[in-house]
């Protein structure tokens, strides 16, 4: 039988994805209205209470700056994107090479991983099309590939977008990992370190 701080704490996990489905529902009609806002709410609840989440473990850390960061460089992202494919529907003789890129992120974050998915499908000119969960795979159809080059560089935005999202939000381990340092290096580094100090003492 569950407690009353059970209880409690089972609906504070459904808050985060309730609003992070609300805020979804918005940019997908592309404007506000507190009528778009009240229904993208309605579709949340239905979504966290009739259909199983599976639980996503939250940080706990936020960075205000590098969330800002974050917000403002994907705002300028959709804006541009917005302009690059305005342009590819009205130029003339266009011949566009599309692609379906395979992205492995960094981090192994269900956290990151989501938010990276969304953050870089609502960029006018690709969508996530899947994901491998278990190795922290995206797969996303890219419009206008044209060369290797291109490619690589749609491939540092993602990652880069990944960065962006860990630095703001990611919890220490996420930032590590980034950073090239696998958490459980850390742990044995210190481990080292302790038990090269013991020996010390008792030399």
Partial sequence: MTTPRERLEAVG?????????????????GKFSWLNLLVGLGVGIVVTVAFYLVPVQQSGRVHPLHAVLFFVRLIVDIVRASIDVSWLAVKPRLVTSNAILEIRLRTRSDLILTWTGVATSIVPGSIVVDIDRESSILYLHVLNMNSAGEIERFRRRVLDTERRIVRGFGSREDVERMRGVRPENRRSERRRRAEGTTGKGQS
């Fill in 13 to 29: 996990n459904q808050i985060p994805p309730l609003i992070a489905l609300t805020v979804l529902w918005m940019l997908l009609w």
